[in-house]
């Protein structure tokens, strides 16, 4: 992997006029990804997270088949797509994250609130992140469709616009500083506007994603945060309310566009 | 009996969820979302959620934004006035530093994140939104294009014309506080919100004005 972004970077190097060079190592980055796609390293995540869903775990010593995702207990298939939405045994608009907790807390008698304040990568995120993948996987290919009926996903729509376009912190950037018109990159990163549907796999539908430049498998959770960080924003809470408004935000105008999550990106 | 307690509840509720409640008004969403963003975000490394109080010019750029409507333009030009009062010019008239200096401070997008230390220096993060020299291709786009700046300007051909001047001047300005000029750029308050330093913003604007500047080759 080390060898093939040694090259990618000789790549840039060498190539002479500024357009050839940009085509070049555009067609060398798909290339790579089309490369990693026989074999993503997110397929590892989905196993894992499909023995978590069915292995008998925490203090209730039970397994996650009786979690409701908002299709009924135990369905896994088609629930991705309709994420967040309401649920009403805990009232609330929740991700595929945050009622991941919820599920962990009641039916296997975790500590949501704990798991929550774990840092990515460590401990029970780690369990998260790889249940969160392979649900996320069971509606590959299917068409995102929020639902938009109950007062309150209609109110995290509300709210998720109002912080998508929250401008702050030292720079004063917002979401849509990046993300709020046609044709806009970083540097050379493109980046797709989020205000409106971006395409099947774009954005929304890309996560959550392996990172090739990393090495490690982000959820939506973890990718709003780094969104955040990159932005000079402070901390948002995981599973914060900020933050599934912002999904709702994002999800709904999704609507229509096909899920290729997990992902595989830069 | 428990149990019919409890049906009877979640029937309030879907009566609820189905017509009785509805979608707030906009003022009543707005402390809403300032509500939420109160307990969602805390303090982490160098960033404080403090930095989320922002001023008057970016309360009613955000506010602007989720209307989808540009600021009205009486009130565009009394913020930016505002703005323009914080730009401090340089005490002994020189608006050129290095411009060498300028396009590493450029390059680099460093600074106040929550990863970053207190001494991390800050970079200008011009590149992520803007071409400069050329011979750079990974640059942005969110900002226009400002190779040949002081070329095409007509700065380098004649630097102490008028013109020039004005342009000199605006372009300290635009680097110190671009809000000052459109009270909705998207582009940071560079030396206001204490991102770069005085000398720093004379750096990046040599390298912008400096005929040695490659992005005036």
Redesign the interface.
């Not at chain 1, 397929?43 to 869903?53: N, Q, S």
């Not at chain 1, 088949?65 to 609330?92: N, S, W």
């Not at chain 1, 993300?179 to 890309?206: C, S, V, W, Y």
């Given at each position: 992997m080390k060898k093939m972004m040694c090259l990618l970077a000789l790549a840039g190097l060498t190539a002479s006029a500024?357009h050839a060079?940009?085509s070049a190592a555009v067609q060398a980055i798909e290339e790579y990804r089309a490369m990693l796609a026989d074999g993503n390293p997110a397929e590892l995540f989905e196993a894992k997270g499909e023995d978590l869903w069915k292995q008998k775990r925490g203090p209730k010593n039970a397994s996650l088949q009786q979690c409701d995702l908002g299709q009924g207990p135990g369905v896994t298939k088609g629930a991705f797509v309709t994420l967040p939405r309401?649920f009403?045994d805990t009232?609330k608009v929740q991700d595929l994250e945050s009622r991941l907790l919820s599920c962990m807390e009641n039916l296997q008698g975790f500590d949501a609130a704990e798991i929550a304040k774990t840092p990515f990568g460590k401990g029970e995120q780690n369990n998260v992140t790889a249940l969160a993948t392979w649900i996320a996987a069971e509606s590959r290919d299917m068409t995102f469709n929020l639902p938009q009926?109950?007062?309150k996903e209609?109110?995290a729509y509300?709210?998720g616009?109002?912080?998508f376009?929250?401008?702050?912190?030292?720079?004063?950037?917002?979401c849509?500083?990046?993300h709020?018109a046609e044709?806009?990159?970083?540097?050379?990163q493109d980046l797709p506007n989020l205000t409106k549907n971006p395409g099947d796999g774009i954005g929304f539908a890309a996560w959550p994603a392996y990172r090739v430049s990393n090495g490690q498998m982000w959820g939506m959770q973890l990718r709003l945060n780094d969104c955040y960080?990159?932005q000079?924003?402070?901390?948002?809470?995981f599973a914060?309310?900020?933050?599934v408004?912002l999904g709702v935000y994002l999800g709904v105008n999704s609507h229509g566009s096909k899920s290729i999550a997990p992902a595989l990106k830069r | 009996m428990k149990q019919q307690h409890k049906m009877a509840l979640?029937l309030v509720?879907f009566a609820?969820?189905a017509g009785c409640?509805?979608?707030?008004g906009s003022a009543e969403?707005?402390q809403?979302?300032a509500a939420?963003?109160k307990?969602?975000?805390?303090?982490?490394g160098i960033?404080?959620?403090s930095?989320?109080d922002?001023d008057e010019v970016?309360r009613a750029?955000?506010a602007a934004?989720?209307a989808g409507k540009p600021l009205d333009q009486e009130v565009a030009m009394k913020l930016q006035a505002a703005q323009f009062k914080t730009i401090k010019w340089p005490a002994d008239g020189n608006y050129l530093g290095d411009w060498k200096a300028g396009e590493k401070l450029a390059q680099s997008g460093r600074g106040?994140?929550?990863?970053d230390k207190a001494d991390t220096a800050n970079g200008g993060?011009c590149?992520?939104?803007h071409q400069l020299d050329?011979k750079e291709?990974?640059?942005?786009?969110?900002g226009p294009s400002l190779t040949g700046y002081g070329k095409t300007r007509g700065v380098i051909a004649d630097p102490t014309s008028a013109a020039s001047k004005a342009i000199i001047e605006y372009t300290w300005g635009k680097i110190w506080n671009a809000?000052a000029y459109n009270a909705c750029s998207?582009m940071?308050?560079a030396v206001h919100?204490?991102?770069i330093t005085e000398k720093q913003a004379k750096d990046l604007m040599a390298l912008l004005l400096d005929p040695n500047s490659p992005v005036n080759k």
């Amino acid at each position: 992997m080390k060898k093939m972004m040694c090259l990618l970077a000789l790549a840039g190097l060498t190539a002479s006029a500024a357009h050839a060079q940009k085509s070049a190592a555009v067609q060398a980055i798909e290339e790579y990804r089309a490369m990693l796609a026989d074999g993503n390293p997110a397929e590892l995540f989905e196993a894992k997270g499909e023995d978590l869903w069915k292995q008998k775990r925490g203090p209730k010593n039970a397994s996650l088949q009786q979690c409701d995702l908002g299709q009924g207990p135990g369905v896994t298939k088609g629930a991705f797509v309709t994420l967040p939405r309401y649920f009403a045994d805990t009232d609330k608009v929740q991700d595929l994250e945050s009622r991941l907790l919820s599920c962990m807390e009641n039916l296997q008698g975790f500590d949501a609130a704990e798991i929550a304040k774990t840092p990515f990568g460590k401990g029970e995120q780690n369990n998260v992140t790889a249940l969160a993948t392979w649900i996320a996987a069971e509606s590959r290919d299917m068409t995102f469709n929020l639902p938009q009926v109950h007062a309150k996903e209609q109110i995290a729509y509300e709210v998720g616009k109002r912080l998508f376009f929250q401008r702050g912190g030292a720079h004063d950037f917002s979401c849509a500083s990046c993300h709020g018109a046609e044709n806009l990159r970083i540097r050379m990163q493109d980046l797709p506007n989020l205000t409106k549907n971006p395409g099947d796999g774009i954005g929304f539908a890309a996560w959550p994603a392996y990172r090739v430049s990393n090495g490690q498998m982000w959820g939506m959770q973890l990718r709003l945060n780094d969104c955040y960080r990159q932005q000079r924003f402070p901390y948002p809470g995981f599973a914060s309310d900020a933050t599934v408004a912002l999904g709702v935000y994002l999800g709904v105008n999704s609507h229509g566009s096909k899920s290729i999550a997990p992902a595989l990106k830069r | 009996m428990k149990q019919q307690h409890k049906m009877a509840l979640s029937l309030v509720c879907f009566a609820l969820a189905a017509g009785c409640a509805s979608v707030p008004g906009s003022a009543e969403l707005d402390q809403l979302t300032a509500a939420i963003v109160k307990s969602s975000f805390s303090d982490k490394g160098i960033v404080k959620a403090s930095v989320l109080d922002t001023d008057e010019v970016i309360r009613a750029c955000s506010a602007a934004d989720v209307a989808g409507k540009p600021l009205d333009q009486e009130v565009a030009m009394k913020l930016q006035a505002a703005q323009f009062k914080t730009i401090k010019w340089p005490a002994d008239g020189n608006y050129l530093g290095d411009w060498k200096a300028g396009e590493k401070l450029a390059q680099s997008g460093r600074g106040m994140t929550w990863t970053d230390k207190a001494d991390t220096a800050n970079g200008g993060n011009c590149y992520n939104c803007h071409q400069l020299d050329p011979k750079e291709i990974s640059f942005g786009t969110i900002g226009p294009s400002l190779t040949g700046y002081g070329k095409t300007r007509g700065v380098i051909a004649d630097p102490t014309s008028a013109a020039s001047k004005a342009i000199i001047e605006y372009t300290w300005g635009k680097i110190w506080n671009a809000k000052a000029y459109n009270a909705c750029s998207m582009m940071p308050r560079a030396v206001h919100k204490g991102i770069i330093t005085e000398k720093q913003a004379k750096d990046l604007m040599a390298l912008l004005l400096d005929p040695n500047s490659p992005v005036n080759k």
